[in-house]
């Protein structure tokens, strides 16, 4: 890269990251379709097949979200029959999201997802990997002064 093309779009490190988010979230949008599911609702269902149950702020703070913008997914989730909300025994104040018996059928369904959306990014198993952690290790870099 010179001097005069630094301001270039297409040298720009937030251009890159944010057409591939969108180019990924494209890639998905067919596969999770027939499971009834966007894509920030799999990352929920994904967080909760992990470990259930969650309150909604360790929930958020799985996916690295606020609660404000978990919560709307969370109760169509539960308006499909995927997730109950309970009150946290001992403690009436937390809500405690969990899988129910038809979210936990559907996770069957979604083990197929991976494979075919890396078939749609034309990436091999390697190549994914190592974007995933390339973007997990910058993700978690702290932007410096």
């Not at 109950?84 to 936990?104: K, Q």
Request: proline share 6%; charged share 20%.
């Amino acid at each position: 890269m010179t001097t005069t093309d630094i301001l270039a779009l297409e040298n720009q490190l937030c251009f890159a990251a944010v057409t591939a988010a969108r180019t990924i979230v494209q890639a998905y949008r067919p596969v999770l379709e027939p499971l009834g599911l966007t894509h920030p609702q799999y990352l929920v269902m994904l967080a909760l097949w992990e470990r259930d149950p969650r309150s909604l702020g360790e929930l958020a703070a799985a996916l690295a979200l606020e609660p404000a913008t978990v919560s709307p997914l969370v109760k169509r989730l539960e308006a499909q029959g995927l997730l109950v909300r309970t009150r946290r025994p001992g403690d009436e104040r937390t809500l405690d999201i969990a899988v129910t018996d038809t979210g936990r059928a559907l996770r069957a369904q979604a083990l197929e997802v991976p494979a075919q959306v890396l078939a749609r990014t034309g990436l091999t198993v390697d190549e994914a990997v190592a974007l995933r952690d390339a973007l997990a290790r910058f993700a978690g870099a702290k932007p410096t002064a």
